[in-house]
């Protein structure tokens, strides 16, 4: 089973972070997907509307191809040193990756940008076409839990 989860609204400083929106990808072993997209609702900071992908939902040849292209971009991308640091992206983004194809080679990778009001900088920083990268996948992930999170919870 492979994992992908992002989470947006992660920075935080004297008050602590809120995440806006929370989406887990799971890739099962079957090949089935399942999607979970929870959305900050307006005016809270804690309460929760949460879509998921319909049960009988199996991935698609775009989602398929999409974690794989994701995993292979993310190969190349750095992530903040000490971990926990800063944002070194710039967009108020986690996302971790705990992929672990049935055969394949499997792979982790996270930022955790900090979220607390004791921050440190970091000893990476990515270059602007990194950035663009982060940012590319984000976009995607995020449109995708839109199209396929569609059932609510």
């Known amino acids: 089973m492979s994992r992908i989860v992002l989470t947006e609204g992660v920075v935080g400083g004297f008050v602590p972070a809120t ?10 072993d079957d090949g089935s997907i399942n999607f979970t997209h929870n959305i900050l609702r ?10 998921t992908s319909p049960k009988q939902f199996t991935a698609s040849a775009t989602v398929s191809k999409f974690v794989d292209e994701l995993v292979a ?9 000490p971990p926990g640091s800063e944002d070194i992206y ?4 986690s996302i971790s990756i705990d992929y672990a194809p049935e055969g394949g080679q499997k792979f982790r990778w996270e930022n955790r940008p900090n979220s607390g009001c004791v921050a440190s900088d970091s000893s990476v920083v ?16 995020i449109n995708l839990a839109k199209t396929h999170a569609v059932v609510e919870g």
Not at 19 to 28: M, T
Not at 73 to 81: D, I, K, V
Not at 126 to 141: G, I, Q, W
């Open 126 to 141: 990515p270059s602007d076409e990194e950035k663009a990268k982060f940012k590319h996948y984000v976009d995607r992930l």
């Open 42 to 51: 307006k005016g809270t900071r804690d309460d929760y509307s949460t879509l």
């Open 19 to 28: 995440a806006r929106q929370s989406i887990i990808l799971d890739v099962e």
């Open 90 to 93: 710039g967009f108020d983004v």
């Open 73 to 81: 971009a993310f190969r190349t991308l750095p992530r903040e040193n």
